[in-house]
Protein backbone atom coordinates (compact mmCIF):
# COMPACT_ATOMS: atom_id res chain seq x y z
CA UNK A 1 0.00 0.00 0.00
CA UNK A 2 1.16 3.54 -0.47
CA UNK A 3 0.44 4.95 2.56
CA UNK A 4 2.48 1.91 4.19
CA UNK A 5 5.46 3.32 2.20
CA UNK A 6 4.80 6.41 2.91
CA UNK A 7 4.83 5.80 6.70
CA UNK A 8 7.86 4.19 6.19
CA UNK A 9 9.66 6.82 4.31
CA UNK A 10 8.64 9.63 6.86
CA UNK A 11 9.73 7.05 10.20
CA UNK A 12 13.40 6.68 8.17
CA UNK A 13 13.61 10.19 6.90
CA UNK A 14 12.28 12.49 9.34
CA UNK A 15 9.93 15.62 8.53
CA UNK A 16 13.30 17.29 6.98
CA UNK A 17 14.02 13.96 4.83
CA UNK A 18 10.31 13.26 4.00
CA UNK A 19 7.98 15.65 2.31
CA UNK A 20 4.27 15.84 0.91
CA UNK A 21 1.36 17.94 -0.82
CA UNK A 22 2.34 21.69 -0.49
CA UNK A 23 5.34 20.98 1.28
CA UNK A 24 7.35 19.71 -1.22
CA UNK A 25 6.77 22.97 -3.23
CA UNK A 26 8.28 25.40 -0.51
CA UNK A 27 11.57 23.99 -0.54
CA UNK A 28 12.01 22.95 -4.52
CA UNK A 29 10.65 23.06 -7.71
CA UNK A 30 9.76 19.47 -8.91
CA UNK A 31 10.51 19.79 -12.78
CA UNK A 32 13.61 21.41 -14.67
CA UNK A 33 14.24 24.24 -16.82
CA UNK A 34 13.21 22.27 -20.11
CA UNK A 35 9.62 23.74 -19.75
CA UNK A 36 8.61 20.41 -19.60
CA UNK A 37 6.21 18.53 -16.74
CA UNK A 38 5.50 15.56 -15.51
CA UNK A 39 1.34 14.58 -15.49
CA UNK A 40 0.01 15.21 -11.91
CA UNK A 41 2.56 15.77 -9.23
CA UNK A 42 5.05 13.15 -7.06
CA UNK A 43 3.80 10.94 -4.27
CA UNK A 44 6.51 12.83 -1.84
CA UNK A 45 9.82 14.87 -2.26
CA UNK A 46 13.19 12.71 -0.17
CA UNK A 47 15.30 14.70 0.73
CA UNK A 48 17.99 12.07 2.32
CA UNK A 49 21.04 12.78 4.36
CA UNK A 50 23.20 10.35 3.94
CA UNK A 51 24.00 7.42 1.39
CA UNK A 52 22.34 5.11 4.62
CA UNK A 53 19.00 6.97 4.07
CA UNK A 54 19.94 7.18 0.34
CA UNK A 55 20.02 3.23 0.69
CA UNK A 56 16.77 3.04 2.92
CA UNK A 57 14.63 4.89 0.80
CA UNK A 58 15.54 3.36 -2.04
CA UNK A 59 14.68 -0.06 -0.54
CA UNK A 60 11.64 1.18 0.95
CA UNK A 61 10.94 2.48 -2.84
CA UNK A 62 11.81 -0.79 -4.27
CA UNK A 63 9.76 -3.02 -2.18
CA UNK A 64 6.60 -1.45 -2.25
CA UNK A 65 7.10 -0.92 -6.02
CA UNK A 66 7.20 3.11 -6.26
CA UNK A 67 9.24 4.46 -9.11
CA UNK A 68 11.71 6.97 -7.86
CA UNK A 69 13.23 9.87 -10.22
CA UNK A 70 16.58 11.24 -8.73
CA UNK A 71 17.07 15.12 -8.81
CA UNK A 72 19.84 17.38 -9.05
CA UNK A 73 19.76 21.30 -8.99
CA UNK A 74 17.35 20.49 -11.79
CA UNK A 75 19.00 23.01 -14.53
CA UNK A 76 18.53 20.53 -17.18
CA UNK A 77 17.21 20.49 -20.56
CA UNK A 78 15.34 17.42 -21.33
CA UNK A 79 12.63 16.40 -18.87
CA UNK A 80 15.00 13.49 -17.04
CA UNK A 81 14.13 14.66 -14.07
CA UNK A 82 10.68 15.40 -13.62
CA UNK A 83 8.66 13.27 -11.25
CA UNK A 84 4.85 12.71 -11.65
CA UNK A 85 2.30 10.70 -10.48
CA UNK A 86 2.35 7.59 -8.75
CA UNK A 87 6.11 8.60 -8.16
CA UNK A 88 9.05 9.76 -5.79
CA UNK A 89 11.13 12.24 -6.48
CA UNK A 90 14.26 11.87 -4.67
CA UNK A 91 16.72 15.20 -4.11
CA UNK A 92 19.74 15.08 -3.26
CA UNK A 93 20.10 18.30 -1.86
CA UNK A 94 20.87 17.49 1.41
CA UNK A 95 23.49 15.24 1.53
CA UNK A 96 26.37 17.78 -0.12
CA UNK A 97 29.75 18.98 0.91
CA UNK A 98 33.52 18.09 -0.49
CA UNK A 99 34.76 15.35 1.93
CA UNK A 100 37.95 15.24 0.94
CA UNK A 101 40.94 16.48 -1.12
CA UNK A 102 43.89 14.30 -1.59
CA UNK A 103 46.74 16.62 -3.00
CA UNK A 104 48.92 13.80 -3.70
CA UNK A 105 46.79 12.07 -5.91
CA UNK A 106 45.19 15.01 -7.11
CA UNK A 107 42.07 14.33 -6.55
CA UNK A 108 38.39 15.38 -4.71
CA UNK A 109 35.70 13.65 -2.71
CA UNK A 110 32.65 14.89 -3.37
CA UNK A 111 28.98 14.10 -2.38
CA UNK A 112 26.27 14.30 -5.19
CA UNK A 113 24.25 17.35 -3.80
CA UNK A 114 27.14 19.58 -3.92
CA UNK A 115 26.64 22.81 -6.06
CA UNK A 116 28.94 22.75 -8.95
CA UNK A 117 30.39 26.57 -7.75
CA UNK A 118 31.12 25.07 -4.08
CA UNK A 119 33.27 22.51 -4.96
CA UNK A 120 35.11 24.69 -7.65
CA UNK A 121 35.73 27.01 -5.08
CA UNK A 122 36.64 24.44 -2.25
CA UNK A 123 39.21 23.16 -4.81
CA UNK A 124 40.44 26.69 -5.71
CA UNK A 125 41.38 27.45 -1.62
CA UNK A 126 43.36 24.08 -1.62
CA UNK A 127 45.26 25.30 -4.71
CA UNK A 128 43.19 23.11 -7.64
CA UNK A 129 40.95 23.87 -10.54
CA UNK A 130 38.40 21.16 -10.92
CA UNK A 131 37.86 20.90 -14.48
CA UNK A 132 34.66 20.82 -15.36
CA UNK A 133 33.00 23.99 -15.92
CA UNK A 134 28.92 25.36 -17.02
CA UNK A 135 27.52 28.02 -17.57
CA UNK A 136 24.67 26.59 -14.70
CA UNK A 137 27.74 26.37 -11.74
CA UNK A 138 25.46 28.15 -9.71
CA UNK A 139 22.84 25.67 -9.38
CA UNK A 140 23.61 22.69 -11.00
CA UNK A 141 24.93 19.88 -8.55
CA UNK A 142 27.75 17.34 -8.90
CA UNK A 143 25.44 13.89 -9.17
CA UNK A 144 23.27 15.37 -11.87
CA UNK A 145 26.17 16.62 -13.70
CA UNK A 146 27.52 13.16 -13.59
CA UNK A 147 24.44 11.38 -14.56
CA UNK A 148 24.07 13.35 -17.53
CA UNK A 149 27.86 13.15 -18.65
CA UNK A 150 27.78 17.09 -18.96
CA UNK A 151 30.26 19.11 -21.48
CA UNK A 152 30.75 22.83 -20.80
CA UNK A 153 32.89 25.21 -21.30
CA UNK A 154 36.82 23.19 -20.79
CA UNK A 155 36.07 20.29 -22.71
CA UNK A 156 38.19 21.71 -25.14
CA UNK A 157 41.15 20.97 -22.64
CA UNK A 158 39.70 19.19 -20.20
CA UNK A 159 37.08 16.49 -21.49
CA UNK A 160 33.95 15.95 -20.02
CA UNK A 161 32.65 15.08 -16.77
CA UNK A 162 33.31 11.01 -17.67
CA UNK A 163 36.64 12.11 -18.41
CA UNK A 164 37.66 13.55 -15.03
CA UNK A 165 35.23 11.18 -12.67
CA UNK A 166 38.11 8.31 -11.27
CA UNK A 167 35.73 6.75 -8.85
CA UNK A 168 31.70 6.33 -8.19
CA UNK A 169 29.44 5.40 -5.49
CA UNK A 170 25.55 4.97 -6.31
CA UNK A 171 22.63 3.40 -5.17
CA UNK A 172 20.99 0.42 -6.89
CA UNK A 173 17.30 0.29 -7.37
CA UNK A 174 16.78 -2.09 -4.54
CA UNK A 175 18.90 -0.14 -2.46
CA UNK A 176 21.58 -2.10 -2.43
CA UNK A 177 25.20 0.65 -2.22
CA UNK A 178 27.83 -0.01 -4.97
CA UNK A 179 30.55 1.71 -4.06
CA UNK A 180 34.24 2.21 -5.58
CA UNK A 181 35.66 5.40 -4.77
CA UNK A 182 39.19 4.53 -6.44
CA UNK A 183 41.50 7.16 -6.85
CA UNK A 184 43.86 5.86 -9.26
CA UNK A 185 43.93 6.43 -12.79
CA UNK A 186 45.01 3.00 -13.92
CA UNK A 187 42.47 0.37 -12.91
CA UNK A 188 41.94 -2.31 -15.40
CA UNK A 189 39.72 -4.95 -12.92
CA UNK A 190 37.12 -5.86 -15.00
CA UNK A 191 33.89 -4.27 -16.33
CA UNK A 192 34.05 -0.48 -16.02
CA UNK A 193 30.81 -0.07 -14.29
CA UNK A 194 31.62 3.81 -13.68
CA UNK A 195 31.48 4.66 -17.19
CA UNK A 196 27.59 2.95 -17.41
CA UNK A 197 26.44 4.86 -14.63
CA UNK A 198 28.07 8.29 -15.73
CA UNK A 199 25.53 9.68 -18.39
CA UNK A 200 22.60 7.01 -17.65
CA UNK A 201 20.64 10.02 -16.48
CA UNK A 202 19.10 8.29 -13.24
CA UNK A 203 18.10 5.15 -14.90
CA UNK A 204 20.21 2.84 -13.91
CA UNK A 205 21.02 4.42 -9.80
CA UNK A 206 21.41 6.94 -7.78
CA UNK A 207 24.79 8.57 -7.70
CA UNK A 208 25.95 9.44 -4.24
CA UNK A 209 29.37 10.27 -4.38
CA UNK A 210 32.59 10.84 -6.74
CA UNK A 211 36.14 10.90 -7.02
CA UNK A 212 36.99 13.56 -9.83
CA UNK A 213 40.16 14.74 -11.26
CA UNK A 214 41.76 18.03 -9.75
CA UNK A 215 44.61 20.17 -12.14
CA UNK A 216 46.75 22.47 -10.53
CA UNK A 217 45.22 25.84 -10.17
CA UNK A 218 46.96 27.99 -13.52
CA UNK A 219 46.80 31.15 -13.50
CA UNK A 220 44.81 33.64 -14.40
CA UNK A 221 43.25 33.46 -17.86
CA UNK A 222 44.24 35.41 -21.12
CA UNK A 223 40.33 36.42 -22.12
CA UNK A 224 39.59 37.98 -25.50
CA UNK A 225 36.54 38.83 -27.59
CA UNK A 226 37.34 38.52 -31.17
CA UNK A 227 35.21 39.66 -34.26
CA UNK A 228 35.92 37.29 -37.26
CA UNK A 229 34.61 37.76 -41.05
CA UNK A 230 33.28 34.21 -41.73
CA UNK A 231 33.78 30.42 -40.18
CA UNK A 232 36.65 29.88 -42.34
CA UNK A 233 38.58 32.48 -40.37
CA UNK A 234 36.91 30.73 -37.24
CA UNK A 235 38.79 27.47 -38.00
CA UNK A 236 41.87 28.79 -39.08
CA UNK A 237 42.11 30.85 -35.61
CA UNK A 238 41.46 27.64 -33.79
CA UNK A 239 44.00 25.31 -35.49
CA UNK A 240 46.15 28.18 -34.58
CA UNK A 241 45.09 28.41 -30.98
CA UNK A 242 45.29 24.72 -30.54
CA UNK A 243 48.47 24.12 -31.55
CA UNK A 244 50.08 27.89 -29.74
CA UNK A 245 48.15 27.89 -26.91
CA UNK A 246 47.27 26.46 -23.94
CA UNK A 247 43.38 26.20 -25.33
CA UNK A 248 40.86 26.14 -22.17
CA UNK A 249 38.42 27.61 -24.40
CA UNK A 250 36.81 28.29 -27.71
CA UNK A 251 33.11 29.79 -27.97
CA UNK A 252 31.69 30.84 -30.99
CA UNK A 253 28.37 33.26 -31.41
CA UNK A 254 26.91 33.81 -34.27
CA UNK A 255 25.46 37.29 -35.01
CA UNK A 256 22.33 37.36 -33.86
CA UNK A 257 22.67 35.51 -30.99
CA UNK A 258 25.43 37.65 -29.58
CA UNK A 259 22.73 40.52 -30.10
CA UNK A 260 20.44 39.39 -28.13
CA UNK A 261 22.70 37.93 -25.71
CA UNK A 262 23.79 41.70 -24.63
CA UNK A 263 27.08 41.96 -27.14
CA UNK A 264 25.56 44.77 -29.15
CA UNK A 265 27.74 48.02 -29.00
CA UNK A 266 30.87 45.95 -27.72
CA UNK A 267 31.74 46.87 -31.72
CA UNK A 268 31.68 49.42 -33.71
CA UNK A 269 29.32 47.20 -35.95
CA UNK A 270 28.29 43.59 -34.95
CA UNK A 271 30.70 41.16 -36.88
CA UNK A 272 28.85 37.92 -38.55
CA UNK A 273 30.72 35.66 -35.79
CA UNK A 274 32.03 36.93 -32.27
CA UNK A 275 34.65 34.54 -30.87
CA UNK A 276 35.10 34.21 -26.90
CA UNK A 277 38.85 32.65 -26.26
CA UNK A 278 40.63 31.54 -22.96
CA UNK A 279 43.91 30.56 -22.72
CA UNK A 280 45.64 29.05 -19.52
CA UNK A 281 49.30 30.88 -20.21
CA UNK A 282 50.78 33.38 -22.51
CA UNK A 283 50.58 33.92 -25.99
CA UNK A 284 47.26 35.18 -26.63
CA UNK A 285 48.04 38.38 -27.77
CA UNK A 286 50.77 37.25 -30.44
CA UNK A 287 47.93 34.67 -31.92
CA UNK A 288 45.47 37.25 -32.21
CA UNK A 289 48.00 40.29 -34.09
CA UNK A 290 48.82 37.59 -36.53
CA UNK A 291 45.39 36.77 -37.20
CA UNK A 292 44.59 40.41 -37.40
CA UNK A 293 47.41 41.03 -39.98
CA UNK A 294 46.36 38.30 -41.65
CA UNK A 295 42.19 39.57 -42.14
CA UNK A 296 41.30 36.48 -39.86
CA UNK A 297 40.24 38.66 -36.74
CA UNK A 298 38.72 41.89 -37.96
CA UNK A 299 38.70 43.49 -34.09
CA UNK A 300 39.33 42.16 -30.80
CA UNK A 301 38.97 43.17 -27.43
CA UNK A 302 41.62 41.63 -25.02
CA UNK A 303 40.41 41.59 -21.26
CA UNK A 304 42.90 43.99 -18.88
CA UNK A 305 41.10 42.08 -15.36
CA UNK A 306 39.19 39.87 -14.41
CA UNK A 307 36.06 41.35 -14.29
CA UNK A 308 36.32 42.42 -17.93
CA UNK A 309 36.63 38.62 -18.66
CA UNK A 310 33.79 38.06 -16.69
CA UNK A 311 31.57 40.38 -18.52
CA UNK A 312 32.79 38.54 -21.91
CA UNK A 313 31.70 35.77 -20.45
CA UNK A 314 28.32 36.89 -19.18
CA UNK A 315 27.52 38.12 -22.91
CA UNK A 316 28.27 34.04 -23.86
CA UNK A 317 26.31 32.89 -21.13
CA UNK A 318 23.44 35.10 -21.75
CA UNK A 319 23.00 36.89 -18.63
CA UNK A 320 21.41 39.74 -19.98
CA UNK A 321 19.05 39.04 -22.95
CA UNK A 322 17.37 41.15 -24.84
CA UNK A 323 14.18 38.84 -24.83
CA UNK A 324 12.89 35.82 -22.51
CA UNK A 325 15.01 33.03 -22.71
CA UNK A 326 12.39 30.73 -21.61
CA UNK A 327 10.11 31.89 -24.79
CA UNK A 328 12.79 29.83 -26.80
CA UNK A 329 12.96 26.57 -27.55
CA UNK A 330 16.14 24.87 -26.86
CA UNK A 331 18.43 22.54 -28.64
CA UNK A 332 21.96 20.88 -28.63
CA UNK A 333 23.65 18.78 -30.95
CA UNK A 334 27.70 17.93 -32.38
CA UNK A 335 28.77 18.19 -35.53
CA UNK A 336 31.98 17.67 -37.22
CA UNK A 337 33.75 21.12 -36.78
CA UNK A 338 33.92 21.37 -40.52
CA UNK A 339 30.01 21.14 -41.20
CA UNK A 340 28.72 23.41 -38.86
CA UNK A 341 28.33 26.75 -40.96
CA UNK A 342 26.52 24.30 -43.75
CA UNK A 343 24.35 22.96 -40.74
CA UNK A 344 23.69 26.61 -39.34
CA UNK A 345 22.82 27.97 -43.12
CA UNK A 346 20.77 25.36 -44.08
CA UNK A 347 18.73 25.15 -40.62
CA UNK A 348 17.96 28.86 -40.34
CA UNK A 349 17.13 29.01 -44.13
CA UNK A 350 14.62 25.77 -43.43
CA UNK A 351 13.10 27.35 -40.03
CA UNK A 352 12.76 30.57 -41.75
CA UNK A 353 10.42 28.35 -44.53
CA UNK A 354 8.78 26.38 -42.20
CA UNK A 355 8.11 29.85 -40.05
CA UNK A 356 8.51 32.91 -41.44
CA UNK A 357 8.68 34.49 -38.27
CA UNK A 358 11.09 32.73 -36.94
CA UNK A 359 14.08 33.63 -35.05
CA UNK A 360 17.19 31.47 -34.37
CA UNK A 361 20.72 31.94 -32.31
CA UNK A 362 23.16 29.63 -32.89
CA UNK A 363 25.94 29.42 -30.48
CA UNK A 364 28.38 26.65 -29.12
CA UNK A 365 31.81 24.94 -28.36
CA UNK A 366 32.84 25.14 -31.59
CA UNK A 367 36.17 23.64 -30.58
CA UNK A 368 34.55 20.00 -29.45
CA UNK A 369 32.25 20.30 -31.83
CA UNK A 370 29.38 21.26 -29.70
CA UNK A 371 26.61 23.48 -31.42
CA UNK A 372 23.53 25.13 -29.18
CA UNK A 373 20.60 26.59 -31.03
CA UNK A 374 17.44 28.58 -29.62
CA UNK A 375 14.69 29.47 -31.70
CA UNK A 376 11.01 31.03 -31.64
CA UNK A 377 8.69 29.39 -34.33
CA UNK A 378 5.85 32.45 -33.55
CA UNK A 379 3.31 30.16 -35.88
CA UNK A 380 3.26 27.49 -33.56
CA UNK A 381 2.66 25.98 -30.35
CA UNK A 382 4.99 25.23 -28.11
CA UNK A 383 5.06 21.85 -28.56
CA UNK A 384 4.25 21.28 -31.89
CA UNK A 385 7.48 23.95 -32.60
CA UNK A 386 9.43 22.02 -30.30
CA UNK A 387 8.94 18.81 -32.50
CA UNK A 388 9.33 20.46 -35.74
CA UNK A 389 12.28 22.15 -34.67
CA UNK A 390 13.76 18.82 -33.90
CA UNK A 391 12.55 16.81 -36.47
CA UNK A 392 14.08 19.33 -39.22
CA UNK A 393 17.06 19.81 -37.27
CA UNK A 394 18.39 16.22 -36.19
CA UNK A 395 17.41 15.18 -39.72
CA UNK A 396 20.34 17.66 -40.67
CA UNK A 397 22.45 16.27 -37.99
CA UNK A 398 22.15 13.11 -38.80
CA UNK A 399 23.09 13.50 -42.50
CA UNK A 400 25.74 15.44 -41.14
CA UNK A 401 27.39 12.12 -39.43
CA UNK A 402 26.63 13.94 -35.72
CA UNK A 403 25.20 13.33 -32.79
CA UNK A 404 21.31 14.55 -31.65
CA UNK A 405 22.68 15.56 -28.10
CA UNK A 406 25.77 16.73 -27.30
CA UNK A 407 25.99 17.03 -23.69
CA UNK A 408 21.97 17.91 -22.71
CA UNK A 409 20.90 14.01 -22.78
CA UNK A 410 17.95 12.30 -23.79
CA UNK A 411 15.32 12.19 -20.96
CA UNK A 412 11.76 12.00 -22.37
CA UNK A 413 12.75 15.58 -24.76
CA UNK A 414 15.31 13.89 -27.39
CA UNK A 415 13.77 10.09 -26.65
CA UNK A 416 11.49 9.80 -29.32
CA UNK A 417 14.86 10.85 -31.43
CA UNK A 418 17.28 8.66 -30.47
CA UNK A 419 16.92 6.59 -33.22
CA UNK A 420 18.78 9.46 -35.13
CA UNK A 421 21.66 8.88 -33.57
CA UNK A 422 22.06 5.11 -32.35
CA UNK A 423 21.46 2.05 -34.07
CA UNK A 424 18.66 -0.38 -33.00
CA UNK A 425 21.42 -2.95 -31.99
CA UNK A 426 22.52 -0.35 -29.57
CA UNK A 427 19.13 0.49 -28.52
CA UNK A 428 18.34 -2.71 -27.60
CA UNK A 429 21.73 -3.05 -25.90
CA UNK A 430 20.97 -0.12 -23.67
CA UNK A 431 17.80 -1.93 -22.81
CA UNK A 432 19.16 -4.95 -21.89
CA UNK A 433 21.74 -3.39 -19.42
CA UNK A 434 18.82 -1.52 -17.85
CA UNK A 435 16.95 -4.49 -17.70
CA UNK A 436 20.23 -6.01 -15.74
CA UNK A 437 20.03 -2.49 -13.01
CA UNK A 438 16.61 -2.12 -12.85
CA UNK A 439 14.82 -5.40 -13.96
CA UNK A 440 11.24 -4.22 -12.62
CA UNK A 441 11.71 -0.75 -14.85
CA UNK A 442 11.23 1.38 -11.67
CA UNK A 443 14.73 3.66 -11.96
CA UNK A 444 13.12 6.87 -13.48
CA UNK A 445 11.24 5.53 -15.74
CA UNK A 446 10.73 6.55 -19.20
CA UNK A 447 13.49 8.48 -19.66
CA UNK A 448 16.21 8.12 -22.45
CA UNK A 449 14.29 4.69 -23.40
Request: negative net charge; hydrophobic residues 45%.
Amino acid sequence: MISDALAELRATLGPAGCLEGPAMYEVSRLHDASGHRAEGQPLALLRPASVDEISAAMAICHRHGIPVVPQGGLSGLTGAANAGDGEIALSLARFSGVESIDAASGVMTVRAGTVLETAQGIAAEAGFLLPVDLGSRGSCQIGGIVSTNAGGVRVIRHGTTRDNVLGIEAVLPDGTVMSHLNKVTKDNTGYDLRHLVIGSEGTLAVVTRVVMRLRPLPAPPETALCALPDFDAVMALLNTARARLPLSAFEVMWRDHFDMSGGTGMFAETPPLCVLIEAEGPGLEAVLEEAFETGRVTDALIAQSTSEARQFWEVRESHKPTRDLNELLNLDVSLPVECMAPFVARCDAALKALDPAADSYFFGHVGDGNLHLMAALPGFGWADGEDALQALAYELVREYGGSISAEHGIGTVKRPFLHMSRSATEIATMRAIKAVFDPDGRMNPGKVL
